[in-house]
T-cell receptor, first 116, second 109 residues
Framework: EPEVTQTPSHQVTQMGQEVILRCVPI?????FYWYRQILGQKVEFLVS????????KSEIFDDQFSVERPDGSNFTLKIRSTKLEDSAMYFC??????????????FGPGTRLTVL | GQQLNQSPQSMFIQEGEDVSMNCTSS?????WLWYKQDPGEGPVLLIA?????ELTSNGRLTAQFGITRKDSFLNISASIPSDVGIYFC?????????FGTGTSLTVIP
């Protein structure tokens, strides 16, 4: 069964460093998303992406964050200058093109980001 | 951001019992979704609801989209040990998705 994959599974970085989290969505999906989950808390929406541009973003997704689909398969989240409070699990998700099914998002296993 | 309140926060039940949890919001949502998250993994979609009043089943799971569009419930019948996990509701409105605070379910064999 097709699935969303994410790399790395765990990323440790120093405060102020840039990190890039990578995701490979399900191949026929056209909507892509990033979420984060701080340990023990709820999942928080960051951004949605469709047709090579951001569809929506939350207040969390400030200028330190950017997303890109550099080729036909990868979807990346970049954090320009990491802060301690960026430590969290980051989930990528994707959903099918169009109609109501674009709400049915399939999540990857997550990347645990630890900022020291 | 939007606030989705789930209750109960945690549940401890005996295997075989039925489970009921709900999610409420002060805002209207166009879609309600229910996810299950196992430790260290991403959420897995259980049920998606698209119309007010809609009642949908997926095996032992049943969920309903509240008439007011401000709430939803999830029922699990005849619980089994593998039902253990955290259950999240999620609502979609304004092209954003908001997750609830989660209900932690423990099933005692």
């Amino acid at each position: 069964e097709p699935e969303v994959t994410q790399t790395p599974s765990h990323q440790v970085t120093q405060m102020g460093q840039e990190v890039i989290l990578r995701c490979v969505p399900i191949s026929n999906h056209l909507y892509f998303y990033w979420y984060r989950q701080i340990l023990g808390q709820k999942v928080e929406f960051l951004v949605s992406f469709y047709n090579n541009e951001i569809s929506e973003k939350s207040e969390i997704f400030d200028d330190q964050f950017s997303v890109e689909r550099p080729d036909g398969s990868n979807f990346t989240l970049k954090i320009r200058s990491t802060k301690l409070e960026d430590s969290a699990m980051y989930f990528c998700a994707s959903s099918e093109p169009g109609g109501t099914f674009y709400n049915e998002q399939f999540f990857g296993p997550g990347t645990r980001l630890t900022v020291l | 951001g939007q606030q989705l309140n789930q209750s109960p926060q945690s549940m401890f039940i005996q295997e075989g019992e039925d489970v009921s949890m709900n999610c409420t919001s002060s805002s209207i949502f166009n879609t309600w979704l229910w996810y299950k998250q196992d430790p260290g993994e991403g959420p897995v979609l259980l049920i998606a609801l698209y119309k007010a009043g809609e009642l949908t089943s997926n095996g032992r799971l049943t969920a309903q989209f509240g008439i007011t569009r401000k709430d939803s419930f999830l029922n699990i019948s005849a619980s089994i040990p593998s039902d253990v996990g955290i259950y999240f509701c999620a609502g979609h409105t304004g092209n954003q998705f908001y997750f609830g605070t989660g209900t932690s379910l423990t099933v005692i064999p």
